[in-house]
C-alpha cells in the first residue's frame, strides 16, 4: 500500500471516529482483550423501514490473524 492510499484510509478511520465516538469506544473494549478461538461476533443491520437482517459467526484459529491485522488498523 502506497503512503497516498495510508494517508487517504487513516482520514477515513479519523473521520469515522469522530461522527461515531461511542463505536470506536465499543470496538476499544472488545480488542482490549485477545479474541479467543470460539468466541461469537454479531451483527445486525436495520435499514429504515425493513426489518433487522442479523449474521454471526464464530471465531476460528485461521481467522485470528486477519482480527489482528485489523485491530492494527484501528490505532
Known amino acids: 500500500?502506497?503512503?497516498a492510499s495510508i494517508m487517504?484510509?487513516?482520514s477515513a478511520?479519523?473521520?469515522f471516529?469522530?461522527?461515531h465516538p461511542k463505536f470506536e469506544?465499543?470496538?476499544?473494549s472488545v480488542f482490549s482483550k485477545k479474541m479467543e478461538e470460539g468466541t461469537?461476533?454479531?451483527m445486525t443491520v436495520t435499514r429504515p423501514g425493513e426489518k433487522p437482517l442479523t449474521?454471526?459467526?464464530?471465531?476460528?484459529?485461521?481467522?485470528l490473524e486477519l482480527l489482528e491485522e485489523l485491530k492494527g488498523l484501528m490505532k
Do not use: C, Y
Not at 25 to 28: K, S
Open 1 to 3: 500500500m502506497n503512503a
Open 8 to 10: 487517504k484510509l487513516m
Open 13 to 15: 478511520k479519523n473521520q
Open 17 to 19: 471516529s469522530n461522527n
Open 25 to 28: 469506544a465499543f470496538l476499544n
Open 40 to 42: 461469537v461476533i454479531e
Open 55 to 63: 449474521a454471526n459467526l464464530k471465531v476460528q484459529q485461521s481467522d
